[in-house]
């Protein structure tokens, strides 16, 4: 790994508060240095990772996610379902993560499920309030499919590259995600990042949080820095053109390669951020970037970035620009286990994209017509997996392994999600739902939230509501 003395005197500015043993540390930090190749298409990088104790236990033994390692050919749970095969642009292609070396600990090994998770001995237990600094070094090794981590055919998407701390939970401890095809399988907690990386010149970089450039000979070197945020991704391309515009005190960029009507993207995600962030409270960051890339979902949400699928056109663009500049609030503001509690985030985030319409009726979407197909989609699923399986599960809160299919996933945690929140707003009105939303982002921004969290934020009336969406009583 080169050694950057540029990258090294300015991250000092961008400490936020100094190391120490003494419990001066807030919250955890992560200090990443990687060097992409596209050659081998490989991330060669070193982790620094200050661990700060919030939790009411002592901790002696730290869980890492390794998602990475789901791209690997051996995996038990695979990243890309069947019906998105074609993802595998090129046909069979493989990666992972392998890790080469943990400093500062007293012992390390691979383990989980599916060799998902770097469980990293301390040296000695840690209290609550202190902090403690170990060095990773890992070798990520991206498959060539056009998913959330991989060469795409025009990009390369960088999401959850690295190892991250799992999202702990009071009374049990670290929570252990395996790669689930449906939905997204991750739960983390907020922390500072500086990311320090190397890449051919010919590449542009999209990313989660501030950015500064240096070109050094063939080499481009950026610093990438952000605060709160529970994760941190990238996307590179070397054909990305870059739009413009402020929002208040947020800088948004669109990167496209593809997009002929790129101007319109760029304002529907300005208008929209400007939006939730009137409706729900304000937007946690000084940037906010939309990337075009090769994915073969419409869209995914990272803290402060979003990236689109150059497939997705029309109104389609439109709307998945909405729903991911919301999940802004629900999944990166205000965070939530994904694993366990999908329709906190999603569908949350697809009635935001409702309300957005409504009150932004020169997009020609109508909030109706939107909550009827939810409706009518939802009926047709619960139609057809009656006949295939003589019942339905149609219970709102569940875990993702007890999702058959994508297609299963989309209806019950999008579409029945939305349409429990359309169900509250009919019961308690708009303003008042907008104002329990705003209590909850308020709440739980920088933070995890569970079920009863946000519902302890709504009129109590509401709550027999939630109850029957959840619990799948409710007809619909």
Known sequence: MKNNKWFALLSLFFLPYPFSACGEEKSSRYDL?????????????????TYYNDTKEEQNVLWFQLYPNAYRADATYSPVSLIHKAAYYDGESYGGIEISSVENCRTYEIGGEDKNILFVTLREPLKRGRTSKISIS???TLACVEHRLGVAKESVNLGNFYPVLCGYDEGKGFYECVYYSDGDPFYSDSAEYSLSLSLPKSYRLACSGNQERREEGDRAQYLVTGKNMRDIACVLSENFQVLEEKVGDTLVRYYYYKDENAEQTLSVACRSLEYFSEQFGSYAWDTYTVAETGFCFGGMEYPALSLISDGVEGTARLETVVHE???QWWYAMVGNNECEHAWMDEGLAEYSTMLFFDDHEEYGVKKEDMENVARNAFHSFCGIYRQLFGEVDVKLDRHLSSFVSEYEYTNITYGKGSLLFCCVEDAVGKERVLSSLKKYKTAYSGKNASPDQLVSCFPVGAKAIFTSFLDGSAVI
């Open 33 to 49: 240095t990687c060097e992409y190749s596209a050659e081998s298409r490989s991330l060669k990088g070193t982790l620094d990772f």
């Open 138 to 140: 890992f070798t990520t």
């Open 325 to 327: 500049t919301a999940h």
